[in-house]
């Protein structure tokens, strides 16, 4: 954990930090699980191996007698039985403790992954804005998965591990103190210098692959969001060469990652070699035979058996948690920022007079003011369009009225009701419907469309017909041979954009708003199009003559039906 600011333990959730110490004993069982494996195969070499064992070793003749075994290859017979026996059964156990302790691995990702991307979501419009998409997602799922897989997972691994390796050696050493010094004097300090080598290589390797896969996401999500304009352009090669750099850069850092990781297993192996020409050397140097030195030479073997691929799993699971370890520190600078509490309540804040914006100031940059001492008062009911020159304020003050940017200085109050805390502004958002130029349209069906944000199951189905009829699109739903259950594709493409826009209008009566703010809802439509949209929206305003709207555009014929027009 050197050079780590922040402790990988904290960012752990309360509830499932409780169940870590299950975790360890799993980790723990696994161990002992492990060690029950080795000794019955230490047990099968010792006997083989050493002629004399059951007659000079009290506890195996013992055995020997009390079980009435004629003959010494019975004997050995009946403990290969058992000892394959024990095997399968510490294979089945070792799998149930390996699936218990994957399970938890998972519920952590899924902990930290819902933590983040409710964190990013409590921080507002402005934070979403200010940050690329693709590097907030990368952040809610490879980084939350590395953690928990990267980070938690191969720590457990280490332990499980060291704890094996560990008490192994002290078996050894009540067995033969010279088995464990000539492991320690082999293993230690290979482990040390491969340690040392890919420690900071392998922590750099990890941000760096990490940045690049973000980078690629961004690349492949413009390419594909901008389509059109690239194949227009005749802009295909520019971006495939800027595609086919990043996966080149990706791949040499990827091939570094895994050329590090099988290094261990050939460290281990030349380890292995080297203490077993080590027993042979100086055992013969000090005068025993090949013979003395074949019990000895088998523990070794058997110890190293399971031994060699402890250190190696360490090795690799060590590399595995210095590439991944960058990511605690961006959980916790992420994490770190308070998360506003959501509410869910469905209460509308009362609306009965008028919306007040008092001295509004605010601006995206420090000493660059969009809007500034902006006083305004909007009455029910009342018709108010909005016109200005492109960065005059006009969404950034749509934004502010709907709660989703808080002014810098001033309020925005609704029958005096000041809108701040998430609770009245959720109360306020209820009364509201908003429809844009590019209107969010999920690839769903057109029913959830236009009841968005109710569950299917909850959708009144009878009510989406009757204001999918209001918004004049009673007709197009006629002749799909799905129906409301017509699914309209990503963003909507299997729409037309005035098709789009009515779809926002029908959402706007099924949530019964109080308030219809359209910003910019008909500039990318033809003049007819365009036409028929505000048509619809002056025979709402004809039928509900509490209905507030607020309608944004640079066109005058557009705002023709206002009470009045604002220029910004």
């Not at 692959?209 to 969001?225: D, I």
């Not at 099988?262 to 020409?277: C, M, N, P, Q, R």
Request: net charge neutral; hydrophobic share 45%.
């Amino acid at each position: 954990m050197a050079g780590v600011k922040h402790n990988w333990l904290n960012l752990v959730p309360q509830a499932r930090r409780r169940r870590l110490p299950r975790v360890l004993l799993s980790a723990l069982c696994s161990a002992v699980v492990d060690l029950v494996g080795i000794a019955a195969l230490v047990s099968v070499l010792l006997l083989v191996l050493d002629e004399n064992l059951i007659a000079n070793n009290p506890t195996v003749a013992h055995i020997y007698t009390s079980l009435g075994f004629g003959s010494e290859g019975a004997f050995i017979g009946a403990v290969c039985l058992v000892v394959l026996l024990l095997i399968a059964l510490k294979g089945v156990a070792g799998l149930a403790l390996s699936q218990y302790r994957g399970r938890f691995m998972m519920e952590l990702f899924a902990d930290m992954s819902q933590a983040m991307y409710q964190n990013y979501l409590s921080r507002g419009l402005l934070f979403v804005r200010s940050h690329h998409t693709t590097t907030l997602v990368n952040n809610v799922n490879a980084v939350c998965h590395r953690f928990a897989h990267g980070v938690v997972s191969t720590l457990m691994m280490i332990l499980t591990e060291a704890i094996v390796v560990v008490v192994l050696l002290v078996a050894l050493f009540i067995y033969n103190p010279l088995v464990v010094a000539l492991i320690v004097a082999v293993f230690v300090p290979v482990a040390l210098v491969y340690s040392r080598i890919i420690r900071r290589r392998m922590a750099e390797n990890g941000r760096e692959e990490n940045r690049l896969q973000v980078s690629q996401n961004k690349t492949m999500f413009e390419a594909l969001r901008g389509y059109a304009d690239i194949e227009i352009a005749g802009a295909k090669p520019y971006i495939t060469d800027r595609f086919m750099r990043g996966i080149s850069q990706l791949r040499h850092y990827s091939l570094k990652a895994m050329l590090m990781r099988g290094a261990s297993s050939y460290v281990i192996e030349f380890a292995l070699v080297l203490g077993v020409v080590a027993v042979i050397v100086i055992g013969l140097a000090s005068g025993h035979t090949v013979g003395s030195l074949k019990v000895f030479l088998g523990v070794f073997a058997v110890a190293a058996y399971r031994i060699i691929p402890s250190i190696s799993r360490i090795a690799s699971a060590w590399t595995e948690y210095k590439r991944n370890v960058y990511v605690v520190e961006v959980l916790a600078d992420e994490l770190s920022h308070p998360v506003e509490p959501t509410s869910l309540t469905q209460e509308k804040l009362p609306f009965d007079n008028s919306i007040e914006l008092d001295n509004i100031t605010f601006g995206y940059t420090e000493g660059e003011n969009v809007i500034e001492n902006l006083s305004l008062t909007i009455r029910k009911g009342e018709k108010v369009g909005f016109r200005g020159a492109s960065g005059k304020g006009k969404t950034t003050l749509f934004n502010i009225v709907a709660g989703l940017f808080a002014p810098q200085e001033g309020s925005v109050r609704v029958d005096g009701v000041a809108i701040e805390g998430a609770e009245t502004r959720r109360k306020w958002q209820n009364n509201i419907a908003y429809v844009s130029q590019d209107l969010y349209i999920p690839d769903l069906s057109i029913a959830e469309n236009v009841a968005f944000g109710v569950a299917p199951e909850e959708i009144d189905r009878q009510r989406v017909v009757e204001v999918i009829e209001r918004a004049q699109l009673g007709e197009l739903v006629a002749q799909l041979p799905d129906g409301i259950d017509t699914i309209t594709g990503e963003g909507g493409c299997r729409l037309s954009g005035g098709q789009r826009q009515r779809i926002g209008i029908a959402r706007a009566l099924y949530r019964e708003a109080s308030v219809l703010m359209l910003d910019e809802a008909t500039s990318s439509l033809d003049e007819v199009t365009e036409r028929e949209i505000v048509e619809a929206v002056e025979q709402l305003s004809r039928e509900n003559a509490t209905l507030t709207i607020l309608f944004i555009s640079h066109n005058p014929k557009t705002l023709s039906f206002c009470d009045r027009i604002v220029e910004l």
